[in-house]
T-cell receptor
């Protein structure tokens, strides 16, 4: 079945440091890929998405590129801020031959940014 | 649009009691998901509806859990009887049809069973 693997957290960085959170996936079809962010006490919010190979999703300084050859969708940001501290989830969406949609999430990576 | 609305935000109940969580999806969305989030198990899909019909309930832990979607604007997740291990944050999410569309999450219901 489909699966998403993320790097274990927490990731602790100083403000203005470069961020990479690794994400790889396994899917039988040709999925769409997403990054969600969850701030404390809130639900998940979409951060960015990519729907086909080599697409780059971007939002709020975050970027991720859909790499079909390596089945990866790593999240990057050039300069993190304290306000970026949150839990980040990688996810894939795939529609099976049966028409059933699968929306599969990784385990989440907690990012802590220190001033 | 107000987004996905869940109620209550917090629920504390005693073991053995019935608990009902409620969700109002975004108008026009035809897919609805119930997730459970715990520290130990992360985010787990419990059940997913398409056009009010349950499509995949393989994630429902056991018969104590049941979910309904009587119409396009309302869904419930019921636990009867509740147990302490059911304590978690329960999220409802909705989306439009198609794999390219993102799911929009509610703020969750934090359930504590004592």
């Amino acid at each position: 079945g489909d699966s998403v693997t993320q790097m274990e957290g927490p990731v602790t960085l100083s403000e203005e440091a470069f961020l990479t959170i690794n994400c790889t996936y396994t899917a039988t079809g040709y999925p769409s890929l997403f990054w969600y962010v969850q701030y404390p006490g809130e639900g998940l919010q979409l951060l960015l998405k990519a729907t086909k190979a080599d697409d780059k999703g971007s939002n709020k300084g975050f970027e991720a590129t859909y790499r079909k050859e390596t089945t990866s969708f790593h999240l990057e940001k050039g300069s993190v801020q304290v306000s970026d501290s949150a839990v980040y989830f990688c996810a894939l969406s795939d529609v099976k031959d049966t028409g059933r949609r699968a929306l599969t999430f990784g385990s989440g990576t907690r990012l802590q940014v220190q001033p | 649009d107000a987004g996905v609305i869940q109620s209550p935000r917090h629920e504390v109940t005693e073991m053995g009691q019935e608990v009902t969580l409620r969700c109002k999806p975004i108008s026009g969305h035809n897919s609805l998901f119930w997730y459970r989030q715990t520290m130990m198990r992360g985010l787990e899909l419990l059940i997913y509806f398409n056009n009010n019909v349950p499509i995949d309930d393989s994630g429902m832990p056991e018969d104590r859990f049941s979910a309904k979607m009587p119409n396009a604007s309302f869904s419930t997740l019921k636990i009867q009887p509740s147990e302490p291990r059911d304590s978690a944050v329960y999220f409802c999410a909705s989306s439009s049809r198609g794999q390219n569309t993102e799911a929009f999450f509610g703020q969750g219901t934090r359930l504590t069973v004592v």
